[in-house]
């Protein structure tokens, strides 16, 4: 059975701070996907970046960068130079054996303080 | 724009009363979902649909029913039958192909009074 497991319920860090949310995963199948999504206090989620399991590069995105390792079964996440705006929750997701079967973790509630 | 649109963005129910959660798409997505999504439990999947006139339950169907008559809706009824409907409803599309993201609309917050 997949899993994702979020340990940090909640985070609070002072704006421009750095701040890596964590993410481990649990599945048997060799062939997966990754992905975070941000929910703001809207309530939408917002896709942020996929990964596939034969992809283990690390990715940069502006402010973001995403760490993959399949030894730790971790794929982490950074933000550098937090912003007020970067407050939300964060969800990482596991996708194996189809599209249709998506197991999020608990997510991780940020919060930015000016 | 392209997007997701979910109504209403607040409903309150009382005890013993069905009501319909409404779903729409323009991005022309075979695919759509519902999510239940309850606080330090992230999101669980109710239902969700491949196609037109098809639907599979997910992990936590029973209380919960829906229908897939127009690719671009897919809306959810909360039975009376569902013990604690009140929770924070997502729902989402994709393309039908393994690693698509989903799309996700602005959820319904539902309040059983």
């Known amino acids: 059975a997949q899993k994702v497991t979020q340990a940090q319920t909640e985070i609070s860090v002072v704006e421009k701070e750095d701040v890596t949310l964590d993410c481990v995963y649990e599945?048997?199948?060799?062939?997966?996907?990754l992905f975070w999504y941000k929910q703001p206090p809207s309530g939408e989620l917002v896709f942020l970046i996929r990964?596939?399991?034969?992809?283990?590069q690390n990715e940069i995105s502006g402010r973001y960068s995403w760490n993959f390792q399949k030894s730790t079964s971790s794929f982490n996440f950074t933000i550098t130079a937090s912003q007020v705006v970067d407050s939300a929750v964060y969800f990482c997701?596991?996708?194996?054996?189809?599209?249709?079967?998506?197991?999020f973790g608990t997510g991780t509630k940020l919060q930015v303080i000016p | 724009d392209g997007g997701i649109t979910q109504s209403p963005k607040y409903l309150f129910r009382k005890e013993g009363q069905n009501v319909t959660l409404s779903c729409e798409q323009n991005?022309?997505?075979?695919?759509m979902y519902w999510y239940r999504q309850d606080p330090g439990q992230g999101l669980r999947l109710i239902y969700y649909?491949?196609?037109?006139?098809?639907?599979q339950k997910g992990d936590i169907a029973e209380g919960y029913s829906v229908s897939r008559e127009k690719k671009e809706s897919f809306p959810l009824t909360v039975t009376s039958a569902q013990k604690n409907p009140t929770a924070f409803y997502l729902c989402?599309?994709?393309?039908?192909?393994?690693?698509?993201?989903?799309?996700f609309g602005p959820g319904t917050r539902l309040t059983v009074l």
């Open positions: 990964r596939n399991s034969f992809d283990e």
């Open positions: 649909s491949q196609i037109v006139n098809d639907f």
């Open positions: 997701a596991l996708s194996e054996g189809g599209y249709q079967k998506v197991t």
């Open positions: 989402a599309s994709s393309i039908p192909s393994v690693g698509s993201e989903q799309f």
């Open positions: 599945t048997r199948d060799t062939t997966y996907y």
């Open positions: 991005l022309n997505h075979d695919a």
